[in-house]
Each structure stands twice: as structure tokens, then as C-alpha cells.
């Protein structure tokens, strides 16, 4: 939690209210799934839900809204470290470029912040109107929360696979 | 004259028109969207980009020109521009009905339609910028304007998909 705190301060993270867990962990998150199978298929978005997906199965209780918050927000964490290092290593690379280049005028650093600030307003509408959809829905509020939590994972995972590519190309340069 | 980057930022037309060397009229572009819809009839989703800009290529004298490329991507691009633009409609159609429906029942829920309209707001301003990073990173060269055009399209047509879903996730 107090490093999902630090996130939000950095990349604007919504505070969604993490549902009340005791101390102990509800099932088990093995970020090793996440990471092999980025190991086998590159940076991809096939990559994304999978270790989540697993932990929800774990708990032996598939299905119940705080296992999967949980779970959910476990793979959120996962992703949101990997996109925040890209994009810091990212912007060290940039730098780096124009330094030699000795092309200020590229603004490339510049446009990857306003990329990014973007990003998270559209996350956050992204992930507002998953949540509109499920609002009421058969399931729930309990469900309608999941969404969110999904919502969150999925395009977090995306945008820190995307940052990784453009990391994998500035490198070479 | 066929209608280039309809719904481009100024500065994709502008990165384009920087390199209008005038060796290939507009007119000469022979291309069809048949490519890509044939592809995506047979449920392929987003490997189906850029199908038809490459038969456009293929096909059109000059066609692999930096000038030739940047005009058969935006021809596709304006094809998933369409296809976006129906997925949003069709989308916000049913939005609307949900919240008319639940404004009848007496719930007071988040709108799915106001909800759409933001999330497809700040989608645009997103999609904006991450094209105008990638230009960056041309530095002004002539590879810039086909790498905007090319983010441009395939992130249309993620976002197309994504609406096509329902706006759930994958």
C-alpha cells in the first residue's frame, strides 16, 4: 500500500479503496508467470491478466470479488513498477540522444511527459466508464468494483509494454 | 483527388506535405480497403493493419517512395478513421439507451454515455500526443511523417477493436 501511495504521487494513480485485507495475503501472486511469459513472447499484451488469472485460482475461491481486487491490484502493481522504470530509463535514453545529437529542438523528452500525462487521463476515463458499464449491473457493486480493478491492470499493462518496445529501440540508437 | 488524413492533427498533414515532392499526383494512387476488411472479415483484429496500404504500395508507381508510403498510410487511415468513428456511434447508441433506461427505472447510475464521451475525449488527446513523441523521434526526417501516420493508424484501430468489444478491456 505505501508503495502504491508512492506510484500515485509519481503517475497520478487513482486511489481506488483497496478492499480491507487482514495481514495475511488471500491467496498467492507469483509475478514469475508475468515475467516468463514475457520472456518467451516479448514485450506483449497476450502477457497481461495471466498472473492475476492464476492467483484468483490459487485462493480456491474463484469468483469472490476481494480475491480478485486483490489479485487484480497485485498484477497493477507488477505492471505499474515495469512502466515506471521504462519510462524513467526511457526519458534517461532520450536525453541521452539529444545530448549527442546535440538537437534540443527534437523535444523528444518534452513529448514523452505529455504522453504520458495524457495516458493517465485516459486511463482514468477509460477505467471510469468500464466501471459506468457494469454500474448496476447483474453482479453488482461488488462486480462493478472488479471492473475497475481489471480496468486498471489491463491498461496499465498495456502502456508499460508500449514504453518497453520504444525503451528496446532507444537503446540501439 | 482522393481525401488525404481527413482527420489528422495539423501536424501529420504538415510532416506529409513537408514531403510532397511532387513525383506521384494524388490521383495516382491506385488503393482499395479491400485488403483489410477481407482480413478483418476473417476475424484477424489487429494484424489486419496495414494490409491495405501495403497492396496500395505494391500497386501504385512510385508506391514505396517515402512520398508513395505516407499516401497509402493515410488512405488506410482513413478507413479505420471511418470504422472508428461507426464503433463509437453504434456504442454510444446503446450507452444512451442503458442510461435512458435506468433514468426510467429511477436509478441513479454513472452515465455510460457521458462516461464514453470523456473516456473518448481524453482518448484523442492521448492518441495526439503519443503520435507527436513518435514524430519527435524522426528529428524532422523524412522517415517522421509515415511513423506518425503509422502510430496514428494502429492505435484507431486498437481503439476501434476495443469500442467493437463494448469497451471491456480485451
Request: with cysteine; net charge negative; glycine share 8%.
Amino acid at each position: 500500500m505505501i508503495k502504491l501511495l508512492k506510484q500515485s504521487v509519481a503517475f497520478g494513480m487513482l486511489a481506488f479503496s483497496t478492499p480491507a485485507f487482514a495481514d495475511e495475503a488471500p491467496s498467492q501472486f507469483l509475478p514469475e508467470i508475468a515475467k516468463s511469459c514475457s520472456n518467451t513472447l516479448g514485450p506483449n499484451t497476450q502477457c497481461i491478466g495471466m498472473a492475476a488469472n492464476a492467483c484468483m485460482h490459487a485462493s480456491g475461491n474463484f469468483g469472490d470479488p476481494n480475491i480478485a481486487k486483490w489479485c487484480l491490484s497485485q498484477e497493477t502493481d507488477y505492471w505499474d513498477a515495469k512502466l515506471n522504470s521504462a519510462y524513467q530509463d526511457l526519458m534517461v535514453e532520450l536525453q541521452r540522444i539529444e545530448d549527442e545529437a546535440g538537437q534540443t529542438m527534437l523535444q523528444t523528452p518534452e513529448s514523452l511527459r505529455a504522453m504520458q500525462r495524457n495516458w493517465i487521463a485516459y486511463r482514468d476515463a477509460r477505467c471510469e466508464f468500464e466501471y459506468a458499464q457494469y454500474t448496476n449491473g447483474s453482479g453488482g457493486a461488488g462486480s462493478s468494483t472488479v471492473s475497475i480493478y481489471e480496468c486498471q491492470m489491463q491498461a496499465t499493462g498495456e502502456q508499460a509494454i508500449y514504453l518497453d518496445k520504444r525503451l528496446s529501440q532507444a537503446m540501439m540508437w | 483527388m482522393r481525401r488525404l488524413c481527413r482527420t489528422h492533427d495539423l501536424i501529420l498533414i504538415a510532416s506529409i506535405m513537408a514531403l510532397a515532392v511532387p513525383a506521384l499526383a494524388d490521383a495516382d494512387f491506385v488503393y482499395s480497403d479491400a485488403a483489410t476488411q477481407s482480413c478483418l472479415d476473417d476475424g484477424k483484429g489487429l494484424e489486419c493493419v496495414g494490409h491495405s496500404a501495403e497492396k496500395c504500395m505494391e500497386d501504385t508507381e512510385g508506391g514505396y517512395s517515402t512520398y508513395g508510403m505516407g499516401g497509402c498510410m493515410s488512405l488506410e487511415a482513413d478507413f479505420w478513421d471511418s470504422k472508428l468513428n461507426s464503433a463509437y456511434q453504434s456504442l454510444m447508441a446503446q450507452a444512451k439507451e442503458f442510461d435512458a433506461m435506468a433514468a426510467e427505472d429511477g436509478f441513479t447510475v454513472l452515465s455510460q454515455a457521458d462516461t464514453l464521451r470523456d473516456m473518448q475525449r481524453t482518448w484523442i488527446s492521448f492518441r495526439d500526443s503519443r503520435c507527436a513523441y513518435e514524430y519527435s523521434l524522426w528529428g524532422g526526417g523524412t522517415g517522421g511523417g509515415p511513423a506518425s501516420i503509422a502510430c496514428f493508424t494502429q492505435m484507431t484501430a486498437e481503439q476501434t477493436l476495443y469500442l467493437q468489444s463494448g469497451g471491456l478491456g480485451n
